[in-house]
């Protein structure tokens, strides 16, 4: 009926039922015209189903990966459980369960279940063993920090309707293939909701299910405000009423009489009873927490410099305990002399989400720089409404406590910023090696000259080349990379040596991007016994998948994340185990920008590992750069 209308005769009945419409071919082609604009998630429906690496290829990997990072009684008792996994009929079992899992038309990726209940049912604080910090390089000429922060809030707007008129351009790989876009959805207007044993993550559900949401959440010196930055019909405001709600909060200056934000910064039980209270307490503060909870984003105003990108990234990661709600999707930071950081909640979403919103914005402000019009401060006022949760005496106590928990785990935590400039891209692919793979190597290298033995190092790999793809386990600590880290302790490495190792890492990065990985298979065979076993058969746990070499092999000693883009120059996170490291990096043409975090109890370690990598990466770019001898 869309595209028929009857004439004024068809009305009178002249003609017959069946030609009483005439084609509106007007309206058909603006339609299709509209269609046609929408691009954005044109590929999704034909991406692959995540797969899973084939069986035997799957154990020969379990043993390979192991084998440089345990003792050699270790390894045989793992060969051991290899062979009695598949000679039982137990692995292919489980295998073949997990092909079916895997084969289920309702899922879109057979890991999503299990990757999503792995974090949500995490009880951990997020601030420091969920969430990611950034710093970005955006542009622009703007007159005062606020102006730039108005015009970055504005962009992110228009990133926000290119993604609900679905006019942003599909991403795809270096080999030209499309990319789940799925995440774009979700990156604005998510928030991370407690509750007792598991969270819920509270999405847009469909790409207009935002378009009520008028508001983003805004910190200034511990105070909360939602203000609104769309109007009554969709449209983005202009940028000057942003401009004067943005300044009218500036000039509030008294800070709350508590710090609401640091509920998000503590455990996760903690949180959900202290909720739950929060709204038995007062039927007023179910509305506050609406308002938080629907905010499209997070904008955290620092009224001081951001000085070094030390500092930057400090206060990305966990605003000292006084700014971020830490449950948002992602937080926009901005400081007094225009630099621009930025919080990511990491369960929704992976860093190359934020950085293309990002990267969008830093394109954006510049080529579609918003113009300024006088406006009077007063009618911007109605734009603001103060967070003010209705509180009782315990539930001031509940929450001074939460500072406190908060405040003593950033003191507990150590944190470096290293820039190498040997590293760099440019300098690096001149010795035709990958960048990511010449300092992944110089990671296991500087582990065994800082600790005298080489661990298992993570690096997560995008596998957004699949239906709903995150990420795939990239184990960095091979056999080449601990050979040629012997080799260069000992003197006798050689640039073959250390081409090998850099190739055998960009060998394994290819496999799991092509989903062929350990770790996530390995998950769903535990995931398949933990729900079939006793209904395949099988009555404990096979060895194999609780063998402690495979427990060495996933024990991240060094987590590390490579967030290279052109307007990303740092990104930071905590350690993912009591005993390791946390490598956030961004090659840059001219150099990598490394953040360094451990826990204070580890600080021997730490000190020592910062003091190491900059020889080791020098002693590689030496032995890579010198000319090779003539025969």
Not at 230 to 240: A, C, M, Y
Not at 304 to 325: I, K, N, V, Y
Not at 459 to 466: D, H, L, S
Not at 550 to 560: E, F, G, M, Q, R
Request: glycine residues 6%.
């Amino acid at each position: 009926r869309k595209y028929f209308s009857r004439s004024a005769s068809d009305e009178q009945g002249s003609k017959p039922l069946l030609m009483a419409f005439k084609w509106d071919e007007q309206k058909l082609s603006e339609d299709t015209a509209v269609a046609d604009k929408r691009v954005t998630f044109k590929f999704q429906d034909t991406l692959p189903k995540l797969p899973i690496p084939d069986f035997d290829s799957w154990c020969k990997d379990v043993i390979e990966y192991t084998r440089p990072l345990v003792d050699t009684a270790t390894h045989d008792k793992l060969v051991a459980n290899v062979n009695d996994f598949k000679q039982s009929g137990d692995g292919q079992k489980l295998y073949t369960a997990l092909q079916k899992w895997v084969s289920q038309d309702i899922l879109d990726n057979w890991l999503d279940p299990f990757w999503s209940a792995g974090y949500l049912k995490a009880r951990c604080a997020t601030m420091l063993n969920v969430n990611v910090g950034y710093s970005f390089e955006i542009g622009g000429k703007y007159s005062t920090w606020i102006n730039k922060a108005s015009a970055i809030i504005v962009s992110m707007l228009r990133f926000r309707l290119a993604i609900r008129e679905e006019t942003f351009p599909p991403q795809k790989d270096g080999k030209g293939k499309p990319l789940c876009m799925a995440q774009f959805k979700t990156v604005i207007g998510t928030s991370r909701i407690p509750y007792k044993g598991a969270d819920v993550l509270r999405s847009p559900s469909s790409l207009s299910s935002l378009d009520g949401i008028r508001h983003i959440l805004v910190s200034y010196k511990g105070n909360l405000y939602a203000v609104d930055v769309f109007d009554h019909d969709g449209t983005p405001l202009h940028v000057t009423y942003i401009q004067h709600s943005l300044n009218e909060i500036l000039q509030r200056k008294t800070p709350p009489a508590i710090n609401l934000t640091a509920c998000t910064g503590i455990q996760r039980d903690t949180w959900a009873g202290l909720r739950q209270s929060l709204i038995a307490a007062n039927t007023a503060n179910v509305g506050v927490l609406e308002l938080i909870d629907t905010a499209l984003f997070g904008v955290v105003l620092w009224d001081t410099p951001g000085a070094d990108l030390h500092t930057m990234l400090q206060r990305s990661l966990h605003g000292f305990g006084e700014t971020l709600w830490f449950d948002k999707s992602f937080n926009l930071i901005m400081n007094s002399d225009g630099q621009v950081i930025g919080n990511q909640e990491h369960s929704w979403g992976d860093g190359t989400t934020v950085t293309s919103l990002m990267q969008f914005v830093a394109q954006d402000v510049v080529s579609k720089p918003p113009h300024e019009v006088p406006m009077s401060s007063s009618t911007t006022k109605a734009l603001i409404t103060p967070i003010e949760l209705h509180l009782n005496t315990s539930l001031k106590q509940q929450i001074s406590s939460a500072n406190q928990e908060v405040q003593t785990a950033i003191n507990g935590l150590l944190t470096a910023v290293i820039v190498l400039p040997l590293a760099g891209a440019n300098r690096v692919k001149k010795m035709k090696m990958s960048p990511d793979g010449f300092l992944q190597v110089a990671l296991q290298a500087t582990q065994l000259k800082a600790w005298g033995k080489v661990s298992s190092c993570y690096e997560p790999v995008m596998t957004k080349g699949f239906r709903l793809g995150r990420t795939e386990a990239l184990r960095c600590a091979s056999g080449q990379a601990v050979a040629f880290a012997h080799a260069l302790q000992n003197g006798t490495a050689t640039a073959d040596l250390l081409r090998a190792a850099v190739t055998e890492h960009v060998r394994r990065a290819g496999q799991c991007r092509e989903g062929k990985g350990v770790d996530r298979c390995l998950l769903g065979l535990r995931e398949m016994y933990s729900q079939h076993g006793k209904q395949l058969g099988i009555a404990k746990p096979p060895a194999l998948l609780t063998a402690d070499a495979l427990a060495v092999l996933t024990h991240d000693t060094i987590s590390t994340t490579n967030v290279t883009n052109p307007c990303t120059t740092g990104t930071i996170f905590g350690p993912v185990v009591e005993d390791g490291l946390g490598v956030g990096y961004v090659i840059r043409p001219d150099k990598a920008n490394l953040s360094v975090t451990a826990l204070k109890t580890n600080k021997a370690r730490f000190d020592q590992y910062l003091k190491c990598l900059p020889e080791i990466v020098q002693q590689m770019s030496k032995l890579a750069s010198a000319p090779s001898p003539k025969l």
